[in-house]
């Protein structure tokens, strides 16, 4: 007689896709995941509308960012979410290294003099496999946790709270903070104003601080799948050539070509690479989540296509707020020689 309890048996079994309490604890890490994509989002949006506020010569590009709906920002984010649930942490973590050497490598050419667009253009880029970061990091620090449902079920609460502040930051700031600034009426607009050119490098503190964690648990989710240390060997040497290539081939790419075109065609290029990779020592769960995640690096790019255009406009990174320079008094004549005696 055929009963509910054995109806998973007769699904596939897929890694990602557990029933029961792991089916939840996947969906919470992607929401958390997605959390932490719209937080990192909205404190974009409010430096580069501060910036743009900031410079009357970007009034335009201030105006498309105040034009954002709120409607498809919810929607962007339970895509993400839905995104994250399914790709598995496998897949999760080869993208997670990959961007982690690409980041190492684009961060030690900006301290030859590289412009600091460049690094708000990674912040930009590196949406997506934040998300993914996270969801490693809490599926390696919550494995074999007997309560973990409800330590994610807390977490997921704290990264709410988070992403909430972030957009009525973000809110606020886009439409009070010319009238606040201008009338030094608010102390967030004021501060702001004093102290936004600061952003950036909080926000690089904070992404360093959490792919540290997702590049380590990345390794050892790897790692777990391997029963002997030659396995491991034949997995990791065609993997490291392989990034080695995309970081090479990513480099000239972006020093040749910008703009939201090409950042999709560099995705088709690393993405279509560790497919072809995983062709040959990957499982074949490992090539559909090669594919969600194609489309979840599409989803966010599309997202921050405004954002990205604004990085190919002016070098944001040097900007500082206007602070009015003293006057200095100017003499009406020339001094005289001391030694000439005054008529």
Request: hydrophobic fraction near 50%; charge should be positive.
């Amino acid at each position: 007689m055929f009963s509910l309890p054995s109806l998973p048996s007769w699904l596939p079994g897929l890694s990602s896709l557990e029933w029961g309490s792991s089916l939840l604890d996947s969906f919470l890490q992607g929401l958390v995941g997605a959390f932490g994509v719209s937080i990192l989002n909205n404190l974009l949006k409010v430096y580069f509308f501060v910036s743009c506020a900031n410079h009357p010569e970007l009034r335009l590009e201030k105006e498309r960012l105040r034009a954002r709906w709120a409607s498809l920002e919810t929607v962007h984010l339970a895509g993400l979410a839905l995104i994250l649930t399914v790709i598995g942490a496998r897949v999760a973590a080869l993208v997670v290294l990959e961007f982690s050497l690409r980041a190492v490598s684009t961060v030690l050419s900006l301290s030859k003099g590289s412009r600091g667009t460049e690094r708000l253009q990674l912040y930009l880029l590196c949406q997506y496999l934040l998300g993914c970061g996270l969801t490693c990091g809490l599926s390696f620090l919550q494995e074999g946790s007997s309560h973990r449902t409800l330590n994610l079920l807390l977490g997921l609460g704290l990264a709410a709270l988070l992403s909430s502040v972030a957009q009525r930051l973000c809110r606020h700031v886009c439409r009070l903070y010319e009238l606040h600034s201008s009338q030094h009426y608010c102390g967030v607009c004021l501060g702001l104003l004093a102290s936004a050119h600061g952003l950036p490098r909080l926000l690089g503190r904070a992404l360093a601080v959490a792919f540290a964690v997702g590049d380590l648990a990345a390794v050892a989710l790897i790692n777990r799948d391997f029963l002997t240390t030659s396995e491991a060997v034949r997995f990791w040497t065609p993997l490291t050539i392989c990034y080695t290539l995309l970081v090479i081939y990513m480099q000239e790419e972006q020093r040749l070509h910008t703009g939201l075109q090409s950042q999709i065609q560099t995705v088709l290029v690393r993405m279509g690479g560790l497919f072809v990779l995983l062709l040959t020592v990957g499982h074949w769960l490992d090539l559909l989540g090669i594919l969600i995640s194609l489309l979840g690096e599409i989803w966010c790019l599309v997202g921050v296509r405004s954002l990205l255009d604004l990085c190919q406009i002016q070098d944001f990174s040097s900007q500082k707020p206007f602070v009015s320079a003293p006057v200095q008094p100017r003499s009406s004549a020339p001094a005289q020689p001391q030694g000439t005696a005054a008529s």
